[in-house]
């Protein structure tokens, strides 16, 4: 079992930046899959970025491609997201989650283990 602890969120002014955190405890970390999620308000659990377990392999939403990018440190059990030119339309509650199966990375249902989600607000 891993137990995921967000950091980072807030509230930013369109085009602005901020870096998301995921700090991993539990099992060891470089066996999972990581992901990125958010949901808005009223909508569902979406897919924003996921990082293989060596990092070889990364996605993206095609809507952040470009201006997100995600990483892993698997010596500090850790993974990030960089979130630049933000807008508001990326406000959201964004979740790390983790994966010890091989499944689809952008389906919430291929992953084990959630964080408690950090919020994420964009000005205009």
């Known amino acids: 079992q891993v137990q995921l602890v967000e950091s980072g969120g807030g509230l930013v002014q369109a085009g602005g930046s901020l870096r998301l955190s995921c700090a991993a405890s539990g099992r060891a970390f470089n066996t999972y899959n990581m992901g990125w999620f958010r949901q808005a308000p009223g909508k569902g659990r979406m897919f924003v970025a996921h990082?293989?377990?060596?990092?070889?392999?990364?996605y993206y939403q095609d809507s952040v491609q470009g201006r997100f990018t995600i990483s892993r440190d698997n010596a500090k059990n850790t993974v990030r997201l960089q979130m630049n030119s933000l807008k508001p339309e990326d406000t959201a509650v964004y979740y790390c989650?983790?994966?010890?199966?091989?499944?689809?990375?952008?389906?919430?249902?291929?992953?084990?283990?959630w964080g408690q989600g950090t919020q994420v607000t964009v000005s205009s």
């Open positions: 989650a983790a994966s010890g199966r091989t499944g689809i990375p952008a389906s919430p249902s291929a992953y084990d283990y």
């Open positions: 990082v293989s377990r060596s990092g070889d392999r990364i």
